[in-house]
């Protein structure tokens, strides 16, 4: 035990993966998806406002006419395909937690929204169906590790049709600039958010070279030591479109965020669209 604690705290290589996938585990899923609900914080999910205008602006100013068949990647709860789905798109929605996606179908039961929900890795193999357009929103393609976002963009890019588009956004290098390294420890009594045991909970925040930050949690019970890393990559314009480019996407826009504020450079996110050449 106290080998695997000591193990734990010490700094892993870049992209190491957590032993449990926080986002999966049903105990923190759950914790998850009140945050996804919350309006209060953005732990999960923007804000409700910001994703109407989001969706607003990707309808009005990205969507071609020919645009009929939607993939949201990571889509949580639903709130971006229910968003699409009401604008009458044919929306799919894939997500790796049972949790949300269980969410998502009772909630377009209850508003009566045709919906696709499927619970799925995006980074395996998926069903044949092509699509128009896909998003994956919130920058979780920072959370991937290089070989990870390659895996993406190759299967987005066989998901999609001739001519279709691809949107994400990423947290930029301003971002990176204003992460501070930190180290903390709490003790959660009646458990929390990592767990519904009593435990203990030792985390740091390292910044690595090369744009690359982690979020650690030990987290320490009677038995046992789980470790969860939440990892980002923080992108320049030109690294990100470059990246985007060697997997054969065209550069169509860029912008600050994704609800489609004008790219200047100087904000913490930045959203792009590609196509499918
Ligand atoms: C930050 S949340 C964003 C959710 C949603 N896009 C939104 O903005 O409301 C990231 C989502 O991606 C999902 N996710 C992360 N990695 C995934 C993977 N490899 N395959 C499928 N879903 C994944 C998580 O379960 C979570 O719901």
Redesign the pocket.
């Given at each position: 035990m106290n080998q695997k604690l000591l193990a734990s705290v010490k700094k892993p290589e870049p992209f190491t993966r957590s032993e449990k996938m926080f986002?999966?585990d049903p105990h923190i899923a759950t914790h998850?998806l009140e945050a996804?609900l919350s309006q209060a914080t953005e732990g999960?999910?923007?804000n409700q406002a910001f994703?109407e205008r989001s969706v607003a602006f990707l309808c009005h100013e990205v969507l071609t006419n020919e645009t009929k068949a939607i993939i949201?990647?990571?889509?949580?709860?639903g709130?971006?395909c229910e968003a699409f789905a009401k604008r009458g798109y044919q929306v799919t929605g894939?997500?790796?937690?049972a949790n949300?996606i269980a969410y998502a179908k009772s909630q377009a039961k209850e508003k009566q929204l045709p919906i696709t929900y499927e619970i799925?890795?995006?980074?395996e193999e998926m069903e044949n169906k092509k699509y128009d357009f896909a998003t994956l929103?919130?920058?979780?393609y920072g959370?991937l590790s290089a070989s990870d976002r390659k895996q993406f963009l190759s299967n987005c890019w066989h998901r999609l049709k001739e001519g279709g588009r691809l949107f994400l956004d990423v947290f930029t290098d301003l971002k990176y600039d204003a992460f501070t390294e930190s180290r903390s420890w709490h003790l959660h009594e009646q458990g929390g958010f990592w767990s519904e045991r009593e435990h203990l909970e030792l985390a740091q925040n390292v910044k690595y070279s090369d744009l690359v930050t982690l979020e650690q949690s030990v987290i320490v019970t009677e038995d046992d030591v789980d470790t969860y890393y939440i990892w980002n990559q923080f992108f320049t314009r030109d690294r990100f479109v470059n990246e985007l480019a060697a997997a054969g996407f065209k550069l169509i826009a860029v912008y600050n965020n994704a609800a489609g504020q004008a790219f200047n450079g100087k904000a913490e996110t930045m959203a792009v669209v590609v196509e499918k050449k």
């Open positions: 986002w999966t998850l996804h999960a999910s923007r994703i949201d990647y990571g889509c949580g709860p709130f971006y894939v997500d790796f937690s949300s799925q890795n995006y980074l929103i919130y920058c979780d959370a």
